[in-house]
């Protein structure tokens, strides 16, 4: 093992961590004030957070025609993706958020991709379509369908969905453009949108808020968005993105160990299980790598 994919793991590991404390940070923001509020501050500050990134890479911002309805689309999937985890979050657990829709994000990606890209899939993959089926029954408690529709599972399902959507279009779009500016000019975007959203609201309440609230705004903004990603793609680059993938699964232990110890949230039976299953899915489902089929 080099010293640089060692330094490369410690890193990714941080970033991870970093990730799965941002349910915990937004668990907090959402006791006091509105969504819209909460939602257009976490976006400014999150493009203002790329600033120095965007120096640091001493790359002339550009953005290629091709790019940009990838862009324009996963801004919006990106302000659906946080509405949802805000009401998800707000009357859920930040813990069993974090597991529903780190876990079932992948799956939902490799059925788009089978079904939109016409991909073919090994035996491997049916196992671990299988198994992702299953896990996610268990943790969206599908057994009881009146607790899944009245309670928050529904909109950890749309997250997943959602950012399912921001994964392939930013597959898509990183042949055309960086991924640090492709970022960027998704939450610039996804700024202005969030902005009109919330022109009725009063964004300067945040400004009244205790330091609690503070440091759980500036962390999701700047630790759980601006430096996880950069450095997520910082690692991608050098370690190969099969490698660098499989770190995301300490994203849900660690949003679990964050939940449990500021939030007091219980560790739920269900939600291990049935994370624990749809993590497997994931690992038999990237073991092999997809191919197009061509008719």
């Not at 909460?38 to 790019?67: C, G, Q, T």
């Not at 597959?171 to 902005?195: C, D, E, G, N, R």
Request: charged share 10%.
């Amino acid at each position: 093992m080099t010293k640089e994919y060692k330094l490369y793991s410690y890193l990714l590991t941080l970033a991870m961590l970093l990730w799965g404390g941002g349910w915990t940070a937004l668990k907090i923001l959402t006791y006091n004030l509105p969504m819209e509020t909460i939602i257009f501050w976490r976006f400014f500050i999150m493009s203002l957070a790329f600033l120095p990134v965007l120096y640091f890479l001493k790359k002339p911002l550009k953005v290629d025609v091709h790019s940009i309805k990838y862009i324009l689309s996963s801004a919006i999937l990106n302000i659906a993706f946080m509405v949802s985890s805000f009401l998800g979050i707000k009357y859920g657990l930040a813990g069993a958020g974090s597991v529903i829709i780190t876990s079932l994000s992948p799956l939902m990606t490799f059925l788009l991709m089978v079904i939109f890209f016409r991909k073919k899939v090994s035996k491997m993959q049916y196992i671990g379509l299988i198994l992702g089926i299953v896990g996610g029954s268990i943790i969206l408690q599908l057994n009881d369908l009146s607790l899944f529709l009245n309670g928050s599972n529904a909109y950890f399902l749309l997250c997943g969905i959602f950012w399912a959507g921001v994964t392939i279009l930013s597959q898509l779009a990183h042949k055309h453009l960086h991924p640090i500016h492709y970022s960027f000019y998704i939450s610039v975007i996804a700024t202005v949108v969030a902005f009109f959203y919330a022109f009725d609201a009063d964004l300067g309440a945040i400004f009244t808020q205790d330091i609690e609230f503070w440091i759980a705004l500036l962390y999701l903004a700047i630790l759980g968005q601006t430096v996880a990603t950069t450095i997520f793609f910082m690692a991608s680059g050098k370690l190969g993105s099969e490698k660098t993938s499989s770190f995301m699964f300490l994203v849900p232990v660690f949003a679990l160990l964050s939940a449990w110890i500021i939030l007091d949230e219980v560790l739920q039976p269900h939600i291990i299980i049935g994370g624990a299953l749809s993590m497997l899915a994931v690992y038999f489902i990237n073991k092999t790598h997809l191919s197009k089929h061509h008719e």
